[in-house]
């Protein structure tokens, strides 16, 4: 199937051209070929979706909504990367404390390395449990070794 794709690699100066051809004001040309080159076509593309025109039967057309810019695209891609950082910051908060309460219950309950147990793991696939382990028993080894 790939064999029969048609359209050729354009450059970054002629993917930016294509999309002035469509309708997208471009401001800032050394800006937007930047921003084109290091973050590309295709991902930028996903935020410049909602910046198109709908025909008459409500289907999406290649053409810009009129006085759609290659700012507002960034704009709106720089939104998403703010909001998904804020989002993993948090995620991660919350996995630390998880793993912070495991652990202090499981030392607390059957000692430094009750991990090693898989009686006192929640009911995990046995495989599961001992690539757990694998990972784990190293570091126990290291410590009795102190």
Avoid at 76 to 89: N, P, T
Avoid at 94 to 100: A, F, K, Q
Wanted: charged share 25%.
């Amino acid at each position: 199937m790939a064999e029969n794709y048609q359209k050729p690699a354009l450059t970054f100066e002629e993917q930016l051209e294509h999309l002035k051809n469509y309708g997208l004001i471009i401001s800032d040309h050394d800006s937007a070929l930047s921003q084109l080159s290091t973050i590309s076509y295709y991902r930028l593309s996903a935020y410049w979706y909602p910046f198109r025109q709908r025909d008459k039967d409500s289907n999406i057309t290649s053409n810009f909504a009129e006085g759609t810019s290659f700012d507002d695209v960034i704009k709106l891609y720089e939104f998403d990367r703010h909001l998904r950082l804020l989002i993993l910051d948090a995620i991660e908060r919350i996995e630390v404390y998880i793993r912070t309460l495991i652990t202090y219950h499981l030392g607390h309950s059957y000692g430094a390395f009750g991990y090693v147990s898989g009686s006192h793991a929640p009911a995990w696939e046995s495989i599961r449990y001992q690539n757990l382990t694998t990972i784990c028993i190293p570091t126990q080894e290291r410590g009795s070794k102190k």
